[in-house]
């Protein structure tokens, strides 16, 4: 309990303040609910009060009095400490970087099999010896980030200084289920146009952010270039260390 000098307002330079009465007066006491502190107050002589008036009170002195009732009832659904609004959501963005655990390519015709000469990303075929699958995989890295909306991403991507025509030429890129090198063929899903490079060119290519949550989500673990032509070899990671390193922007709301 506490007396209503913290709560008072001043009209016309009298202290003053309204609140809402708990029950009815006893012994010419009343205790009114003001900024949700109950405070005990002399109640005027005669009028009556009754739980749940709103009341008008003055200072008299150094006594504050309740001096009468306003409106014409008791307020409904007054809670003497009403619960405080919800906190604003917070909202937290930042970036991530993932390095592939690993870079190789399978061939599923005439060599079958993950190539162990190198770790480069083929796509297509040179001479008849095989169609290539070039991948990147990350993992379990990206799902550090899980519970996260990712709402860009981007990889690079360096094509090697040999195979095929110098000439610019497309790639074509894919989505892998598979988060680390499987026995077998890799599994790949959706498809998108990836970049034109020329021998020795780098480039930094954005990828779907379907494909980066995807992988944030554990339901993807990797990328490829594949198409039966034209024939490209990207640098695989033994000789472009930042070969298919995946960037990813994120927010979170808490």
């Known amino acids: 309990m506490s007396d209503a000098a913290g709560n008072r307002v001043s009209l016309s330079g009298v202290p003053s303040g309204v ?23 002399q109640a005027a002589r005669d009028v009556t009060f009754a739980a749940g008036d709103r009341v008008a009170f003055v200072r008299a002195g150094g006594i504050w009095v309740a001096v009468c009732r306003l409106d014409t009832g008791t307020v409904a659904d007054q809670p ?41 990303l083929y796509q297509g075929q040179y001479g008849g010896q095989g169609l290539h699958r070039g991948c990147a995989f990350y993992g379990s890295g990206p799902r550090s980030l ?32 598979n988060k680390t090198r499987p026995s077998g063929a890799p599994t790949l899903t959706s498809s998108t146009d990836g970049p034109n490079l020329r021998w020795g060119q780098s480039t930094a290519v954005t990828i779907p952010t379907s494909w980066a949550q995807a992988m944030v989500d554990g339901t993807a673990g990797g990328l490829a270039i594949a198409a039966s032509s034209p024939y490209v070899i990207l640098d695989g990671r033994s000789h472009y260390s930042a070969s298919f390193q995946l960037t990813v922007k994120w927010s979170r709301t808490t």
């Open 80 to 120: 003497d400490n009403p619960p405080p609004p919800p906190p604003k959501p917070v909202t937290v963005t930042g970036t991530k970087v993932f390095t592939p655990v690993e870079t190789r390519s399978y061939r599923s015709t005439v060599f079958v099999g993950w190539r162990g000469d190198n770790d480069d």
């Open 19 to 41: 609140g809402i009465a708990k029950a009815a007066k006893l012994s010419g006491l009343l205790t009114v609910t003001v900024a949700g502190v109950d405070t005990v107050m």
């Open 146 to 177: 899980a519970g996260a909306t990712v709402t860009a991403a981007s990889i690079k991507m360096r094509r090697k200084s040999s195979g095929g025509i110098t000439a610019a030429q497309d790639t074509t890129l894919w989505l892998v289920t």
